[in-house]
T-cell receptor
Framework: KAGVTQTPRYLIKTRGQQVTLSCSPISGHRSVSWYQQTPGQGLQFLFEYFSETQRNKGNFPGRFSGRQFSNSRSEMNVSTLELGDSALYLC???????????????FGQGTRLTVV | EDQVTQSPEALRLQEGESSSLNCSYTVSGLRGLFWYRQDPGKGPEFLFTLYSAGEEKEKERLKATLTKKESFLHITAPKPEDSATYLCAVQATVTEGGYNKLIFGAGTRLAVHP
C-alpha cells in the first residue's frame, strides 16, 4: 500500500513569506505528526493531530501551525518565514493515536524548505 | 528531563566488520523504543519496536536489544548498503496530560566501506 506522501518535496521561499506543506498519511491511519529536522538540532517534534484535533504540541513559536482534515490529510503552515526555518520537514502517520497508545510511526520523504 | 543519547555520533566500518550502536535513555514512563534508518535527504524508515527489557528483534543483518536503560543495534557483517544514519526514538508518557511523546536521539552516522 502507498506510504506517507508529502508535497512539495522541495521549496524555496523568501524571508517574511509564508508556506504551506501537505501530508497524506497511509490509508487508514488517523494520526499525523510533524517534525522539523536540522543538522544541529536533529528531529524536533512540532505537533500531532488525531481525528482533526491537535493532541500534542512541541516547543515552537506560534508561527508554526497545522490542521488535519476529515480524510486525515494534514497541512502545516509557517508564517513570516525566518532563515532559521530552513530545514527538512517530516510528516509521520500512525494507525492509532500514538500519543496514547504504543504504535509505530511511519515517515514520509519530507519537504526540504530553504528560506533565503 | 527526558533525554535520548546515541553513541557514537559517527562510525566507520569495513565491510564484514560487525559492531554495535548504542541508544541510552533517561525517561519516565517508557512506553516503547523505536529504531529508524535514514538515508540522506529522505525520511526515516521504520526498523524495529521494542517494548520491554530483554526483548530482541532481528531483521537481516540487524538485531535490536533493549535493557532498562539502553538499547543496542547490532550490525553483523555489514555491507556498504547499510550505510545510513540510524535513529533511536523513545516513546514516553508526558506526566501532565497523560499523552505520550516521541523523543529522538541525534543519530549515529554509519559508513561501511568495501
Amino acid at each position: 500500500k502507498a506510504g506517507v506522501t508529502q508535497t512539495p518535496r522541495y521549496l524555496i521561499k523568501t524571508r517574511g513569506q509564508q508556506v504551506t506543506l501537505s501530508c497524506s498519511p497511509i490509508s487508514g491511519h488517523r494520526s499525523v505528526s510533524w517534525y522539523q529536522q536540522t543538522p544541529g538540532q536533529g528531529l524536533q517534534f512540532l505537533f500531532e493531530y488525531f481525528s482533526e484535533t491537535q493532541r500534542n504540541k512541541g516547543n515552537f513559536p506560534g508561527r508554526f501551525s497545522g490542521r488535519q482534515f476529515s480524510n486525515s490529510r494534514s497541512e502545516m503552515n509557517v508564517s513570516t518565514l525566518e532563515l532559521g526555518d530552513s530545514a527538512l520537514y517530516l510528516c509521520a502517520s500512525s494507525q492509532s493515536d500514538w500519543t496514547v497508545i504504543n504504535t509505530e510511526a511511519f515517515f514520509g520523504q519530507g519537504t526540504r524548505l530553504t528560506v533565503v | 528531563e527526558d533525554q535520548v543519547t546515541q553513541s557514537p555520533e559517527a562510525l566507520r566500518l569495513q565491510e564484514g566488520e560487525s559492531s554495535s550502536l548504542n541508544c541510552s535513555y533517561t525517561v519516565s514512563g517508557l512506553r516503547g523504543l523505536f529504531w529508524y534508518r535514514q538515508d540522506p535527504g529522505k525520511g526515516p524508515e521504520f526498523l524495529f519496536t521494542l517494548y520491554s527489557a530483554g526483548e530482541e528483534k532481528e531483521k537481516e543483518r540487524l538485531k535490536a536489544t533493549l535493557t532498562k536503560k539502553e538499547s543496542f543495534l547490532h550490525i553483523t557483517a555489514p555491507k556498504p548498503e547499510d550505510s545510513a544514519t540510524y535513529l533511536c526514538a523513545v516513546q514516553a508518557t508526558v506526566t501532565e496530560g497523560g499523552y505520550n511523546k516521541l523523543i529522538f536521539g541525534a543519530g549515529t552516522r554509519l559508513a561501511v566501506h568495501p
